[in-house]
């Protein structure tokens, strides 16, 4: 690779880090659902995503704390924005979820997920969920399957 | 209910049914998370539970099909009914979701869990989400833990 | 096998039933693992297999009972048969196994596998596996990938 | 921590490195179905634990590869040493495994198993399994049950 191209990959659409920015961004402003809940993209990188949402009372059930479905839903945007930071459309296969610690009103939980492998169509990676103080909430493991050459975003 | 049916306490409280449909309507009561999503409580049994859930516009992801996350509130909330039904609090230990395929802004999603195995304090449920159509959308195998004997609804 | 059942060939290679069965006894022949554990089918039948085998003293961990690893291996073949019983050369993506109860030695383990769903490539099987005495041992769900068009076995 | 303290714990049975290594290989000493499948603890650790395996011919399926049961063993038996690394009886209550690329006679596996997480009795662990050039075959996630305070070996 000569210079000439590696200026232009600091700058243009086919520098990795860049192509994962535009389509975190270009995902949550078309994501009514993530929107919804006052998800924020925090930071985005290829294959890695960290997103953060706090906990609200129409997220407690009925034993008055967070809803597994809420903490879930955070940690399955977290492995969406992160399986689509390529840029080639990508849907979740699977995920599991193990819950570790209660989630209550007002923490603020922090979901960073991490590509552990990609062979062929199919992606694995995994989520860790922390509240504010760090205390891990909960851990997802996603199984990702790319579809065929779509682009998430035009860029 | 009348004088009638509370002088047939020997069937009343002690009825294994009939603490299940008192567990759903106590649980759903106090339940925001899944009054809020506009879940309703359809069927309720020792071990069983059936919800439904209506897909919203504020449900969609950026590729306007149900976000995950909310497929599987709707399952984990079913669980949680299901194996709370007994009137032994219990919560989520794990889940693990498959999704089959999309649901769509109006589709009406049933979600139906039941036990597989109960021993000790650890229970294994099983939840099959479908549309109106029958249609299979996603399945949920879910690890409960029972907490120390304490009721979840007062009888 | 005698000459009326080779004539009614219309019912014959292309039968269901008869494929699974062929599938089974060709998949079996060739599979040094499964046989070297002991392992026998059982049944065989379109997307489902019964296979059993019997805790020997060599499948037992530091605490004297059945490594979780031999369950899973049979319930592993289970699935392996049952998602290639039409055929077509399908291999384990995913499997998630619930321990229920402890195998001992001397135990006949009998583990069943059925299809929920088949949905393009990826399908997902259920397997339960049980002793002798019918008690649930563990449960494995997985999710198959079928392989670009190729048979299992020549029919 | 001073300089007596210190002799004391490299040689004494409350130093936790010394207690996984006693424990490992205690655990080895009495583990028929490991020692019979050619494992060896190559490192044990507090909440670690490294086991290899190498593919015999008895482990192949009938698509003439390491049957996923095999491979699931090995990690599967990483993830116990790991476990009960602090010497208090745990078992293995889930497992879920992603098989990400075959293995094929010869290989020489390589599984490594961590602690994520303990809380209460439940523990959560990831074991990754390489095969002799690093290239990644399996994922392992494993949720552990702590038996009342039990040793595994005497110290």
Sequence with gaps: ????????????????????????????????????LGMSVDAMAPGYA???????????????????????????????FACNSANRLTVAAAIAVDFIAPAHEGDRLIAEAKELTQAGRSGIYDVKVVNQRGE???????RSHRLKDQPVVPL
Tied chains: 1, 2, 3, 4.
């Design 1 to 36: 690779m000569d210079d000439t191209t590696r200026l232009n990959d600091t700058i243009g659409p086919q520098d990795p880090q860049t192509i994962a920015e535009r389509v975190g961004a270009g995902m949550f402003a078309e994501d009514a659902a993530s929107q919804g």
């Design 50 to 80: 960290r997103l953060s949402m706090s906990v609200r009372p129409d997220m407690l059930n009925g034993f008055k704390i967070c809803h597994g479905g809420f903490i879930t839903t955070l940690a399955d945007s977290a492995f969406a």
């Design 136 to 142: 891990t909430i909960a851990l997802l493991r996603g």
